[in-house]
């Protein structure tokens, strides 16, 4: 990590509610912004401001959420994601968000993400995939 990590960081990204980003299960009039995807929207605009602080090797992975989508947003709106840094402890990082469409707030909420060494990542990975392995050979 960087050392000019710290509380205070912005980060602004826009998207338009796509197609692939509404719900469809209310037909087609009322096509607007799933949950699922306006946190995953969250998520990368987050992961974006952190990325500018890493270091080479470096990523980061969400730990937890925790936030309200307060209004609908239409099929073709565009939609401002603003996630600001609020505290650093360690390679925990907590991040405040908020989103606005064109008319008004509709997500609230806080993502705490993780910074890993992605070489130590795999290898924790490998061997908990050839531990499931082992176990289920045995089983």
Do not use: W
């Amino acid at each position: 990590m960087k050392a000019t990590l710290r509380p205070g960081l912005v980060r602004a990204e826009t998207r338009i509610v796509d197609r692939s980003r509404t719900i469809d299960f209310m037909g087609e009039a009322l096509r607007i912004y799933g949950t699922p995807e306006l946190l995953r929207d969250i998520e990368f605009t987050c992961r974006n401001l952190l990325l500018e602080q890493c270091d080479a090797g470096e990523d980061s992975v969400g730990v937890s959420v925790a936030f309200d989508h307060s209004a609908a947003t239409p099929l073709s709106m565009e939609v401002r994601i603003t996630a600001t840094i609020t505290a650093v402890e360690g390679r925990r990082v907590v991040l405040d968000i908020v989103a606005f469409d064109a008319v008004e707030e509709i997500a609230r909420g806080q993502h705490t993400r993780f910074i890993v060494d992605m070489a130590k990542s795999k290898q924790r990975l490998a061997a908990k995939i050839a531990k499931a392995q082992a176990a289920a050979a045995a089983g």
